[in-house]
């Protein structure tokens, strides 16, 4: 059975750890190993925008001795024209993996379904799970172990972001606290999952509606876009409904003296976080957007390793 990355639970807790510490060492010796030497391409394609998404896997393709091919879905037979599985079929023949942001998770199901090659979420509606290996990776080097850490997310508690944080630090286990409106609650389902990782790793989920209380000792605070792709007409309702879960230095004060913050970025300043949290000393945003380079590296020489065996 191939392997694929849909979501942050194909991985075990022990899968994670190996792919972050292979991340670090990637990190320290970037061109130590080429699986993608041929060059083999990989197929890098977008249904929405992107700037890190696309910088990193291009980068970190060639790093590995591969070549990246970008497609933009407007400018292919996808998006309608032709499905999921269709295109894998034809791609596998030629790619070494895929990598795919788009919009439903059903439809990087049906991709890794039709194909033998690995399938990886470049993000979804539901999930950004190389995201969160670049932040998790970034959370070990400021702070050392993760497990027993607590993070709280705040903001829109249903969007990719808040959801992979649930899957990817129960699996790390942490302790991770979601504050958001209950309209905007994560899905209870990605929930319920958290919580069954989160028994077996020593983590912990926990969904709050205060903001206070949610960021109270945390060690690690988080918020995405309060308006994420997809959603845009829904924009004046969010800014409005959501503007008490904005991280501010008040809100801030009230984690830990020690505590960091990250945002996978782009970041509106002045509504999901104020400019002095984002570009002051707490802030490890700028780490956190060069680790998708490495964790994804990592993830992909794993992938291909497992693959081959
Ligand atoms: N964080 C992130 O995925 O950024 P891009 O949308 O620019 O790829
Ligand atoms: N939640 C955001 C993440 C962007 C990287 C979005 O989906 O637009």
């Known amino acids: 059975m191939t392997r694929h990355f849909l979501r942050d639970d194909d991985l075990t807790p022990a899968e994670q750890a190996e792919i972050l510490d292979l991340a670090l060492e990637l990190k320290r010796d970037r061109f130590q190993?080429?699986?993608?030497a041929g060059p083999q391409t990989v197929a890098v394609i977008f249904d929405k925008s992107s700037t890190r998404t696309r910088l990193s896997f291009a980068v970190g393709i060639a790093d590995l001795g591969g070549s990246p091919?970008?497609?933009?879905?407007?400018?292919?037979?996808?998006?309608?024209?032709?499905t999921a599985s269709d295109t894998a079929r034809v791609m596998e023949r030629q790619v070494a993996a895929i990598v795919w942001r788009t919009y439903a998770q059903s439809g990087l199901e049906e991709m890794a379904n039709g194909t033998t090659v690995p399938v990886i979420n470049a993000l979804s509606d539901d999930f950004h799970p190389c995201q969160l290996l670049a932040d998790l990776l970034t959370i070990r080097e400021h702070r050392g172990e993760l497990a027993g850490l607590t993070l709280t997310f705040l903001g829109d508690g249903a969007c990719n972001m808040a959801q992979s944080y649930l899957l990817a630090g129960a699996t790390a286990g942490m302790h991770v606290r979601i504050a958001s409106p209950a309209e905007y609650s994560p899905n209870g389902q990605v929930v319920a999952d958290a919580d069954a990782i989160a028994t077996k790793t020593g983590g912990s989920v926990t969904l709050y509606t205060d903001p206070l209380e949610a960021v109270a000792g945390a060690d690690v605070v988080v918020t995405d876009?309060?308006?994420?792709?997809g959603k845009e007409e829904e924009k004046a309702a969010r800014l409005s409904e959501l503007g008490q879960y904005r991280v501010d230095e008040d809100l801030m004060a009230l984690a830990k003296p020690d505590a960091h913050f990250l945002h996978c970025l782009p970041a509106d300043r002045g509504f999901e976080?104020?400019?002095?949290?984002?570009?002051?000393?707490q802030s490890i945003i700028w780490d956190e957007a060069e680790n998708r380079l490495h964790a994804q590296k990592a993830l992909l020489v794993w992938l291909l390793q497992k693959n081959a065996a």
């Open 69 to 82: 091919l970008i497609i933009t879905t407007a400018n292919s037979q996808l998006g309608g024209k032709e």
């Open 33 to 36: 190993t080429q699986p993608l």
């Open 225 to 229: 876009t309060w308006v994420s792709m």
């Open 273 to 281: 976080v104020a400019a002095e949290v984002i570009d002051g000393p």
